[in-house]
Each structure stands twice: as C-alpha cells, then as structure tokens.
C-alpha cells in the first residue's frame, strides 16, 4: 500500500483513541504496523486537529462553476455575479491557477487545500513568561496537571498565564511545536513517546458485565455426565497474536479457532462460527477464564444458545481439561509462535492429530472415536 489516504489516517486516530492496539489498526486497514506508529508518532500520540475550509474562500463547486463557465465563454463579471463574489476574487482565483485557458476545478482547489496548511504557533510559544515558568515546574517533576491548578491559584486574574493541563501535554508530546526539548519527558511520572489515549485498551481487565459464576454450572457438568460441555481459553504467541482452543469435558475431543483480532465482538463471532457446526446435542455449556476477550459472551449465546460459565480468577485448574490441552498444543506451537501465519486449515490439521491420538484419561480410546460414539449414541 501506497501513502495513506486521508480517511484511512482519520480512521488510525478513531480507533487509537476508542484503544486499539496497533497490530490491530494495521489489520484493519491492511498496512505494517510500522506504518501505523509513524503516523502515531509524528504527532506524539495525539490525534490532530481536523482541517476545515473557512467559509469566506471558494467552494469545490464553485471552482467547478468558474471552469464551466470560462469553457462556456462567460464573463468574469457574470461568473462573479453568478457566484455571489466579488469580480477580483474571481480574477485572482483564474490567474493564481494557469489562467483562463489552463484553469481546472480539481487542480485548483488541491492547490488551494495545500496553500492553507499555515502552522499556527501554539499558546505556550506565544507566551515566553508562561512557558519559562511551566518549564521550571516540569524539571521540579509537577505534573501538567499539579501546574494548570497552581497557576490558575497563582495568577487568577492573568490570562496570559493560564494554560490547561492538556496543553501542557500536547506541548510536550507534539515536537514539531517547537517550545519544549524532548528530555523534559523524562521529568513526567510515567515517561512515554507518545500520549496514550484516556480509554482503557480493547481488551482491558475490569469486570464482565452479566457474566455467569463457574459455582451455578450444573452438577453434571462437573461430573462430566453428560456431553456437549466444552471449556475454552486463549493459546498465545507473539505479541498480539492467539487461537482459540475449545475442550469437550467428556471426550476430550479439541476445536482450534484462528482469531485474527482479540477484540471481543471477534472472538464471540468466531467462536459462534465453530460451535454452530457442531450437532445440537454437543451444545450445552463454555467454561471460560476471566478474560476480557469474551465480553461479548452474551452474543455467543444468543448466536449458538450456549451457556457461558465464568470461572472463578487466578485459578485455572477449574478448566483442567483446556489447561492440559494447552500444555499438548505446545508440541506443536511453542512459546513465540506467530499465529498470524497460521491458517485455520492448518489448526485443524493439529486439532485432528491431537483427536486421534490416545489418551489415558479415556482408557486409551481416541477423543475422535470418544466423541463419535457420544454422537451415535444420542442420535
């Protein structure tokens, strides 16, 4: 992919604030992640500010209208009066762009839109006392924000020494403004290139709204009674890159899911994707960990009507069937595998291997023979 186009650069700066991850921003929009933190970077993380035409220059159409009518043969005082400009604003626009008989509406107004990028210096260069001041306070480790309330107690009544804790930031983060040298980012509580955004990352710990404790699961899934209890977790490898893997209590048996994403809609959809493959007896119930991934459990549900049961944290053993597959799937993926290269066919060549392999836990019986005679049996 060539450079970016401007709404592909508006849709990095959408998703990175909503907090994305920009090895997911990369897949979205089919570009290297190196493309993704260059443009992140330039700005320090900070998303700039959008441009808009001011409403006193010429439109789009009405360029359009001047070389329409400049081919029609018109006049500059009829298009000007056409237009509701002035006949020297007219004059200017046709001679600044080739002339009469070169003019073109598109080459006009790119040319325009290039012109107008007139970098307007920011407060704290506009105000040299300010700025020593706020410089002083950041090398004595006072945060932005620690200085925007002291000098709004300091200087009530001085509006050239007022600036916001957010401006201090974007000051600091965005060197192409000129104010502040780079090392007093060090001078922060947590220095960082770049600003991060105030929502909590896709993907963030916190609490699972609606989701169901692993203590109301039925007895009989505890006791493995009966079929079509599964138990799920997240396999991972390199940064941002992971598979599903989904257990059968009873047989053993394994389904890999590629996820191209850990973003909960993602995974619920390839997860549904799965399980509604599977005959309607062997879709009861998911014990999964506390992972963020699966905040979208009530989705899963309603697409598969598949209980979600939620164990309890930091204690992995109450999925000990998923824990065990997972230790065997190192075999095959070690710690640093890249998943993204990994196609779903591939996993269910794994997962295959793995169904056909004795197990001692089942008498010796293969997961794949476990699970066909489950399925003759209540058929």
């Known amino acids: 992919m060539g450079r970016l186009t401007v709404p592909a650069r508006a849709d990095i700066w959408i998703r990175h604030q909503r907090g994305e991850v920009q090895a997911a921003i990369a897949r979205a929009l089919q570009v290297s992640h ?38 029609a043969g018109q006049s500059l005082r009829s298009l000007a009066a056409q237009l509701g400009r002035a006949p020297s604003t007219i004059s200017r626009e046709i001679r600044r762009h080739g002339g ?46 620690q200085i925007a309330a002291w000098l709004r107690r300091t200087y009530p009544d001085t509006q050239t020494m007022q600036v916001s804790h957010e401006t201090i930031y974007r000051t600091l983060y965005v060197q192409s403004r000129g104010v502040f040298k780079r090392e007093l980012l060090r001078h922060l509580r947590r220095p960082r290139s770049r600003r991060r955004p105030r929502v909590p990352p896709v993907g963030a710990t ?67 994707r799965h399980v509604r493959t599977l005959p309607r007896t062997l879709r009861r119930s998911l014990t999964w960990d506390r992972g963020r991934e699966l905040a979208a459990h ?18 992995p053993w109450q999925r000990g069937s998923n824990e ?51 399925v003759a049996s209540t058929s």
Not at 43 to 60: E, W
Not at 106 to 124: E, F, I, M, N, T
């Open 34 to 71: 190196v493309t993704i933190s260059k443009t992140l970077q330039r700005t320090g993380g900070i998303a700039p500010p959008p441009r808009r035409r001011a409403p006193r220059v010429l439109r789009t159409e009405e360029r359009e209208e001047i070389s329409r009518g400049l081919a």
């Open 100 to 145: 009469p008989g070169a003019y073109r509406a598109s080459v006009a107004d790119a040319a325009a839109w290039r012109r107008a990028r007139r970098p307007k210096r920011c407060w704290l260069a506009r105000q040299p006392r300010l700025c020593r001041v706020v410089t002083r306070l950041l090398t004595r480790a006072w945060s932005p924000e």
């Open 206 to 272: 916190g609490p699972l709204a609606e989701a169901v404790s692993i203590a109301a699961r039925p007895a009989s899934v505890q006791a493995r009674a009966v079929p079509g209890h599964w138990e799920g977790d997240l396999l991972t490898g390199t940064i941002h890159s992971q598979i599903a893997t989904l257990v059968e209590r009873q047989s053993r048996y394994v389904m890999l899911v590629r996820l191209p994403t850990k973003e909960a809609p993602e995974v619920a959809r390839a997860l549904a």
């Open 298 to 315: 009530r989705a899963f549900t309603i697409a598969t009507d598949v209980q979600v049961y939620f164990c309890d944290p930091h204690s």
């Open 324 to 374: 065990n597959t997972n230790g065997l799937l190192r075999q095959y993926f070690p710690r640093g595998t890249d998943f993204t290269t990994i196609s779903q066919a591939a996993l269910n060549r794994v997962a295959r291997e793995l169904n056909e392999r004795p197990r001692k836990t089942l008498k010796w019986q293969t997961p794949a023979d476990m699970l066909a005679s489950i």
